[in-house]
């Protein structure tokens, strides 16, 4: 369009010069002609007068005829007239001052033999012409006549032969120009389909936006038109479609495959990290029991007694659950959901984790209520209460006490809360506390991957809780986690028995 556009333009200019040269010399030509009439009829004034008052035919002939001369050119229609001698000596003129505005090329060239003109153009389309020419009688000069053309009135309809020759040239430039262009455009209409949607394909492919390509890849409706026709562009828009179809299919099949890659991932990456958790807790209750029992030396009974029941349960649990990971670590079926009794689940997580908190010098406050059930996994659940627990022992103010909190609430939910002291967590730390690998502040133990937070929001969601954590800086943190209850709280409590 910019390529036909300026080749039109260019072809206008060209035009016009030519069309208003072409107009301008039409113009002078006829003013010489004008002027040679002129300058005969002056030539036969002068000869007729110098005839009648038998004058010589010589410059002293021409001074005295002269006025007589310039009567007859002023009956003639010839108002403005200076007669000069061959020197270029004015004899007489039909005004005063007339010829005293510089304008003397012509009058130079006359001087050496030549009749010429001066063309003089004014304020609103003014034209005047000086034409100078010798008289010449029978093969002499006997002297000049300058005269002072006024063809203001030609010119302006000279001006107007050319404005209008221009106004039809641009509005026939223009139509053409308009015709072109929508020839053009309908028989490229499907090549600039192409490339605006070629264009959009290649960008929306290279930014990678899966979301939108489904819909930048289905065949517009122009170029299924398009591909009906029956040349060359019809053909190109027919394959582009078939290309597009592919590469739409081709790309959906990426999508599943990545998909199913980050699915694959995502269920890796939950195994391993909760498995790490499972293996861990277990191991920390037997770890804390048996030193425990390695400074007492067996001399209190009682703790002896309440260490190996738990190393015991503990191994138990552990072994199962190794074999579980072993031999059925593809399983992809969850354990069914039953009804259990939270508050002991909590008491034993308590219970579990009091040798870890005394290495610390830390003390758990309970305040749980008696038979709070809900329905649910009493492993996920157990897992839950023991992650609250280990988190505010290893980032809790040492030798501090940690509140752990469980009761109904009127909503049909319960809220279990664990609060330690400490440094706690600005807004930001907040805001990141549950995502994986996250850490608000250094763990008391090394090795610890600031998983189980996100393990505890993880066990919420899948038993349709929320967890929420409110800190005030250099005071204390609170964990809350809230549940649905069971409605049967003693059939809970009798199946967890």
Known sequence: ????????????VLTNVVVSGQIERQCQEQIQGDLRDLKSTAEIYTRQLLVTNRLNNEEEGFREAAEEVLDQLISSGQERVAAYTPAGELITSTQSGLFEDGYDEDYRIALGGQSAFTLIHGRGSTLTVRFSCPMVIEGKTVGMLRFDQDYSQWWRQWEGISRLVLLVTLIVFALTLLIMLGIARALLRPVLLLSRHSTRVSREIEQGDWSAQAEVLAPPRNLQAAAGRRDELGQLADNYLRMLE???????????????????????????????????????????YAELIGKNGGRDPELLQKGARHIEEESRRLHALVVNLLEMSDRTEKEAPKSCDFSALVRSAAEGMEPKARRYGCRFELRIEDNVCLTGRPDRLRELAVNLLDNAIKYGEPSGAIGVQLNREPDGFLCFAVTNG?????EQQLEQ???PFYRAASSRERGSAGLGLSICRKITEEHGGTITAQSVPGVSTVFTVRLPLTDNGMEGKEEHR
């Not at 369009?1 to 206008?12: D, M, N, P, R, Y």
């Not at 299919?249 to 958790?277: M, P, S, V, W």
């Open 1 to 12: 369009t910019v390529g036909l556009i300026l080749l039109f333009a260019a072809a206008l």
């Open 246 to 288: 592919a590469l739409r299919r081709q790309l959906e099949r990426i999508g599943e495959d990545r998909d199913r890659i980050r699915d694959l991932y995502r269920e890796k990456q939950d195994f391993f990290n909760n498995a790490t958790h499972e293996l861990k807790t277990p191991l920390t209750t037997i770890s804390g």
């Open 422 to 426: 400490g440094p706690g967590m600005t």
């Open 433 to 435: 506390v549950f995502s």
